[in-house]
């Protein structure tokens, strides 16, 4: 496998991999990785439909990637996923997936065409004091030291930050800024999780940085992750007769490990209470989805909590890991990720509207009218001064095809789960759906008097614990997370947020789709090139309009330097003058 770059391969397919037809492929799970990894042995691997065989313990597919209506609890979406126009591989896919809403085209086509006519960007990021607006203003809010340490941190050797936290690397000018505020309620991270993550993370979105503050970064489907991408591709798999095995548990792969090279020899499943063994031969591949961030999720209702069940992660996706961890050092450190759960949770919750009361309050904060058809909030609103630190986003509606032209369903989240809220006096992770929404009202302006009443019959609100929701942020070091194809693998791979590729940053889809990619293209040795990652992080444009607009426009004769610094600047500008390094500084506003 190697990666490649510009459109000469982009385009290209692929000559049919000798000796594909005498293989078979066990993919275990169903999450945007298995599906991706699916997907790449049919078109570019060429392999029959029907040697290709997906094992998921779950009635549904999708992961993490969901969106369900459930009867007599409602409409739940677990989590929302934001898309960047740089995820080569995703596009990859989706160029080759066909629309279900429009026959013809595809779903990287209708995309595209919803984004460019309905851009993505938000009119309000951030309230206090019950609605009003926080006066952010766009800005980042950093003082120079802040600066500072976010360029030091860039520049940091990834080996020098294994096992660090971002409370290590950034003090409180960087934490208690409005950077740190749109940074940890759009990616999700906590100033316990990892400094590296937080590095790569940095690097990987380098060209996004001024898109920030109001997301015009950001482009979304037009349903839930669920319909727009999951079941589009479902059925393109089930078009090329993709086997779907549900209900069957995968409880430990074994393997043959030898000097040289290592086999997976069994697949150990559960279906039904009863064990059943997958022996497997080398032309029998195992694409393995190790961990989860969803495992041990738990949804409530209107009048009960999601249950916290922290307890044990027997049974799921991280013991089917630590089994196989077990068996070889190469296979990382499932227990890196999930040993504390109270560092790893979030919470959110699904509200759906019933009636016209609430979707005012809605309006007067995004300024949008939320029944358009088009942008409404234009990603997450934050509560800055909420305890919980609670965000909530109303994508396009409808959000469900099946949805009631009469109601809005948005999404609700909520970092610190263990804190007493601001209005019910409660932490999150004990309060039903109706109390979580009653907590969203207080923070959009409804009037204390009215929002028991509006939050019991205006509105059907579902909670969701997640105890490993960012299991993935935790600090490690190099061979925690397995690489995707250990060296010396003969037959197997591993897929997902904790496997291992370097060219990317974990919790986006494009991780989950690049690994799958990987993982099929190295096991068959397809000769076309994996998209590289965007190189922004190199590009000394985008490094330079990104070191402007963390400063929120300040020049950098702006700074606060001494009389020794200031000549020494001086004399720099001045050596630069007439060069088109001096062109660059004057039309990315550093002079």
């Not at 990859?92 to 960007?121: A, C, M």
């Not at 291992?500 to 076309?528: H, P, Q, W």
């Not at 009389?563 to 050596?575: F, I």
Request: aromatic share 12%; net charge negative.
């Amino acid at each position: 496998m190697y990666y490649s770059r510009g459109n000469y391969e982009a385009f290209a397919r692929p000559l049919k991999p000798e000796g594909v037809d005498r293989k078979t492929a066990y993919i275990i799970g169903s999450g945007l990785a298995a599906l991706a990894a699916a997907f790449y042995l049919v078109r570019d691997g060429q392999m029959k439909g029907e040697n290709v065989h997906i094992l998921e313990k779950e009635p549904l597919p999708g992961g993490a990637c969901d969106g369900y209506h459930y009867e007599n609890v409602g409409y739940v979406m677990r989590g929302g996923r934001e898309m960047d126009n740089h995820f080569e591989c995703m596009w990859d896919l989706y160029r080759s997936v066909p629309s279900i809403e429009t026959e013809g085209i595809s779903v990287l086509d209708e995309y595209y065409w919803l984004n460019k006519r309905d851009p993505n960007y938000s009119l309000m990021r951030a309230t206090v004091n019950q609605g009003e607006d926080a006066q952010t203003e766009g800005k980042f809010g950093l003082s120079d030291k802040g600066a500072m340490e976010i360029m030091h941190l860039f520049f940091t050797p990834d080996e020098k930050l294994y096992d660090k936290r971002i409370d290590e690397v950034f003090s409180n000018e960087v934490l208690d800024s409005n950077f740190w505020m749109y940074w940890r309620t759009m990616f999700a991270f906590q100033n316990w999780h990892s400094a590296l993550e937080m590095k790569l993370y940095i690097k990987r979105f380098i060209h996004h940085v001024g898109g920030l503050p109001d997301f015009r970064a950001l482009r979304f489907t037009r349903y839930n992750q669920y319909e727009s991408m999951v079941l589009p591709l479902i059925k393109y798999l089930e078009s090329h007769n993709v086997q779907f095995h549900y209900g069957i548990k995968v409880i430990n792969v074994e393997f043959d490990i030898q000097k040289d090279k290592k086999i997976a020899k069994r697949v150990i499943t559960v279906c039904d209470g009863k064990e059943k063994n997958i022996d497997l031969t080398e032309d029998d591949l195992i694409f393995i989805t190790n961990g989860g961030c969803v495992e041990n999720s738990t949804i409530g209702d209107q009048e009960h909590p999601a249950p916290f069940n922290k307890e044990s992660t027997e049974g799921g996706g991280w013991d089917m890991w630590r089994k196989i961890a077990a068996q070889d050092p190469s296979f990382g450190n499932p227990d890196k990720f999930c040993y504390d759960p109270e560092r790893s949770n979030w919470m959110s919750a699904t509200v759906t509207t019933l009636d016209d009361r609430i979707p005012p309050y809605v309006e007067k904060i995004c300024k949008r009218d939320p029944f358009s058809g088009g942008v409404v909030t234009g990603g997450i609103v934050t509560a800055k001064d909420s305890s919980w630190l609670l965000s909530w986003t109303f994508n396009r509606q409808p959000q469900f095809r099946e949805q009631a032209k009469n109601q809005l369903v948005g999404w609700i989240y909520g970092l610190f789960s263990d804190k007493e809220g601001d209005f019910v006096k409660k932490p999150m992770r004990e309060c039903t759906g109706k109390e979580i929404c009653m907590e969203w009202l207080y923070h959009m302006g409804v009037p204390e008097s009215e929002i028991e009443e509006l939050a019991e019959n205006s509105a059907n609100t579902v909670p969701c614990m997640m105890p490993y929701i960012t299991a993935f942020f935790m600090p490690r070091a190099a061979g925690d997370r397995p690489d995707v194809v250990p060296k010396g693998s003969i037959n197997f791979a591993f897929i997902g947020q904790f496997a291992e590729t370097v060219r990317d940053t974990i919790f986006t889809t494009e991780y989950s789709i690049r690994t799958g990619m990987e993982a099929v293209y190295t096991l068959l040795n397809i000769d076309r090139g994996v998209p590289e990652v965007w190189g922004s992080t190199y590009d000394i444009r985008d490094l330079l309009d990104a070191t402007v607009k963390i400063r929120d426009g300040q020049k950098i004769t702006d700074m606060k330097l001494s009389l020794t610094q200031k000549v020494a600047l001086k004399g720099v500008l001045k050596k630069l003058e007439g060069t088109d390094i001096e062109k660059l500084l004057r039309e990315y506003h550093l002079i």
